[in-house]
């Protein structure tokens, strides 16, 4: 008998449920994360008196982000206190917003503390279970059995989101709340959050009031808060973060909306206030010290972004989240500061860390020219903006075959090194290409201003990106104007050319839109349907939370399954 032929209305007090259930864990592979030997010894072997063998273990957050990447586990059991200062809570959120788990996975936590049970209860991504120590083999297969038949019940969300399928992951929600009313809220969760994924904000936000109404709970009301941010609604989205950051403070992902608020009101100092009352709670959390940094430093606040982008540095070792930008980022604000030793200090750290990698060999001459601007040394300086200008062809001639590219920020220090060792034109071009793929992204357009503020050129920067900004909408208008006219097949070749010249998101997906419009009324080209999924991709990489993106997607799989392919992979 499978799972679900053994489901009733009481699944879990359904004795051939149990039976059914129990027969599933037994073939289930866990990963026990507990940074004693012993403690993961012992818990080995109670889930071998309940018949799981397929048991792995780590005992450091290094190890559990190498056996997660190698393979697919169908239970994280973790203890909440880990190596490193982290908690196995954050390590979920490392998991879940690096993508290195799918949403089928039980996580549970195991904890010594009661009161975690109340900090469970508020957090925004929060465990499948917990179970509080000691506890016998009866309890863990009790708590594990109901996740995994929670899991078993949600399959069909999970399995439309992974293959980005949102519209039926949709209907496998209403499936859901309408068939399993003991798992009504989170299905509702889910559809909430999937319809603002696809931008259609008024459906969401009725969603989340529906939630309200029958159960005040935090992320229902931080859906609503974000639908009603994204439809304009600025100062009812503040108050009702304002709230639940009263009512919930272990919400903190509620901080972060609220800063993101605060931003969108020019309230520059507030965001960081609010980044900060975040990173105050949960000083480990790698992604939120990098934002208290980014906008510490746009504030010139610079001893405040020191410390929060040494914490990323000190904090990420062995995490999937380090990047070069994060060296690169310290190295920065140290310059700025006047402190130059310690910025080659941080600088020789990340070519050891990153030995062999470019864009940190990149970095570090970035770093070292402008040091030696400051330290009064221009010829040298030049010399090493000349090297890196080299390095840079030399990544990018690379990036087609590997598909990496220069990341955007290095970039721009690279062109605030051009302009400050006189190489005004190179950083004139840097600045043009980097402003015209970017030019969604107002942290990285922030960031290219300052540098034109640096260099003591303000205007300039302004009459560039305000060219820039012409530039782009008349090479869109084009396509746009072809695809209007019915001249579908020259839309396509208009925008793809748009896309290959100036890679901003806005192309990308403008470009796939129009092949995947073209397909459908001419049939399947699997050339240009390649073609069409790399623009997706590249997308997806500059925003993964973009209802654009999503939206493109949606359309991409109504016309594969038009055609009879499958979109797996999608």
């Known amino acids: 008998m499978t799972l679900s032929q053994a489901q009733s209305t009481n699944p879990l007090d359904n004795e051939e449920m149990l039976l059914v259930l129990q027969h599933t864990l037994t073939k289930k592979r866990v990963l026990i994360v ?338 030696l601007e400051k330290d009064g040394s221009p010829d040298k300086a030049r010399q090493m903006v000349e090297q890196a200008l080299e390095l840079q062809q030399q990544i990018e001639a690379e990036s087609s075959e590997k598909g990496k590219h220069v990341s955007h920020r290095l970039s721009v220090d690279l062109a605030h090194a051009c302009y400050a060792s006189g190489k005004a034109e190179a950083a004139d071009k840097i600045m043009r290409q980097v402003a015209a793929e970017n030019n969604e992204d107002p942290h990285l357009i922030d960031h290219i201003t300052q540098v034109f503020e640096k260099t003591g050129q303000p205007d300039a920067g302004k009459a560039m990106l305000d060219q820039v900004g012409k530039e782009i909408i008349e090479l869109n208008n084009k396509g746009v104007r072809a695809a209007r006219s019915g001249d579908l097949e020259g839309a396509v070749q208009l925008l793809m050319q748009a896309a290959e010249q100036v890679p901003n998101l806005q192309f990308l997906i403008n470009a796939a839109k129009a092949i995947f419009t073209l397909m459908d009324k001419k049939g399947w080209d699997e050339e240009l349907a390649i073609k069409a999924q790399d623009y997706l991709q590249r997308a997806q990489r500059k925003d993964r939370k973009s209802a654009k993106v999503a939206s493109a997607r949606e359309l991409y799989i109504t016309v594969a399954k038009k055609y009879g392919i499958t979109t797996d992979n999608a």
């Open 34 to 371: 507990d940074r004693h030997s012993p403690a993961r010894d012992s818990l080995r072997l109670m889930l071998g008196a309940l018949g799981v063998t397929a048991v792995h273990g780590a005992g450091n957050s290094a190890e559990v982000i190498r056996q997660v990447k190698a393979n697919r586990f169908d239970i994280i059991l973790s203890d909440f206190v880990l190596d490193d200062g982290r908690d196995g809570q954050q390590l979920l959120e490392e998991l879940r917003h690096a993508h290195l788990i799918p949403l089928s996975t039980v996580y549970l936590i195991i904890t010594s503390e009661r009161g975690y049970t109340n900090v469970v209860a508020l957090a925004e991504l929060a465990p499948d279970d917990y179970l509080i120590k000691p506890f016998t083999a009866d309890q863990l297969q009790a708590r594990l059995i109901k996740a995994i038949y929670k899991k078993h019940v949600l399959r069909k969300i999970y399995e439309q989101i992974e293959r980005s399928a949102l519209q039926e992951a949709i209907l496998a929600c209403d499936r859901v709340i309408q068939q399993q009313p003991v798992y009504m809220f989170d299905a509702l969760r889910f559809k909430g959050e999937l319809l603002h994924t696809l931008g259609r904000t008024r459906e969401a936000e009725e969603v989340f009031r529906k939630v309200l109404e029958g159960r005040v709970v935090p992320w229902a009301k931080m859906g609503l808060a974000t639908a009603l941010r994204d439809r304009g609604a600025l100062d009812e989205a503040e108050q009702l973060a304002e709230q639940v950051t009263n009512e919930a403070p272990n919400f903190l992902s509620a901080y972060d909306f609220l800063a993101s608020v605060h931003e969108a009101q020019g309230k520059l100092h507030a965001a960081q206030h609010a980044l900060q009352r975040a990173a105050d709670a949960s000083p480990h959390n790698t992604v939120r010290q990098r934002l208290v940094g980014d906008v510490a430093a746009r504030n010139k606040d610079l001893l405040v972004a020191e410390k929060a982008y040494g914490k990323v540095i000190e904090r990420s070792k062995g995490s999937s989240l380090r990047t070069v930008d994060d060296f690169a980022n310290l190295s920065r604000v140290l310059v700025e500061r006047g402190d130059v030793t310690a910025s080659r200090k941080i600088a020789s750290e990340m070519k050891r860390e990153w030995r062999g990698d470019k864009q940190a060999e990149l970095a570090a001459l970035v770093t070292e020219s402008l040091c």
